[in-house]
């Protein structure tokens, strides 16, 4: 039974361009969240997924996107990358009804150059 | 904004002495977690204590929680190199709700 899996492991981008991130949940479960985690520092929430559709969202600007397809995987896209875009971004997948304990990937490290 | 805020940043012991980290938070909750992450990858889920319930335990972790001081605290007994990690603690508002996680603690246990 596979987790959650995230591709690419790792990504070096320049200023302004554009990033898409992609998280495969763990079987059995409908639900993706994605989290933002700069070095030292916790998670931070910056919106979740279920039923395709974005059911929550954190201070995070429009140019944090996603979508979720009908198989549950979903995508994380960033457009017009700053260098404090640089952080580990983690996907983690729950299912509904309890839906309280999540499953995290290993994460993709973004580098903004 | 993180909701938590957990102390000490660091803690380093010795193999075999326990560890002790504490977490704060600010608003009303439905449950606390415990996550440890190791080298800056995936987290993975320790312990989940609900806003009903005092203590906790899972091998050998103790998690309390005070809901009237909104504090936690994660107990590790008999550490091991292994339990070599950051430790973060989280709260969410209501089940399926999003995680809002604090700074960490980072945990280096020597051999």
């Known amino acids: 039974d596979a987790g959650v899996t995230q591709s690419p492991t790792h990504l070096i981008k320049t200023r302004g361009q554009q990033v898409t991130l992609r998280c495969s949940p763990k079987?059995?479960?409908?639900?993706v969240s994605w989290y933002q985690q700069a070095l030292g520092q916790g998670p931070q929430f910056i919106f979740q997924y279920y039923e395709e559709e974005e059911r929550q969202r954190g201070n995070f600007p429009d140019r944090f996107s996603g979508h979720q397809f009908p198989n549950y995987s979903s995508e994380l896209n960033v457009n017009a990358l700053l260098l404090g875009d640089s952080a580990l971004y983690l996907c983690?997948?729950?299912?509904?009804?309890?839906?309280?304990?999540?499953?995290f990937g290993s994460g993709t490290q973004l580098s903004v150059l | 904004s993180q909701q938590g805020e957990e102390d000490p940043q660091a803690l380093s012991i010795q193999e075999g002495e326990n560890a002790t980290m504490n977490c704060s938070y600010k608003t009303s909750i439905n449950n606390l977690q415990w996550y440890r992450q190791n080298s800056g990858r995936g987290l993975v889920h320790l312990i989940l204590i609900r806003s009903n319930e005092r203590e906790k335990h899972s091998g050998r972790l103790r998690v309390t929680l005070d809901t009237s001081k909104k504090s936690s605290s994660l107990l590790i007994t008999a550490s091991r190199a292994a339990d070599t990690a950051s430790y973060f603690c989280?709260?969410?508002?209501?089940?399926?709700?999003?995680?809002?996680f604090g700074g960490g603690t980072r945990v280096l246990v020597k051999p």
């Open positions: 989280a709260t969410q508002k209501a089940a399926g709700n999003k995680l809002t």
């Open positions: 983690a997948s729950s299912s509904t009804g309890p839906g309280e304990k999540l499953f």
């Open positions: 079987s059995g479960h409908d639900t």
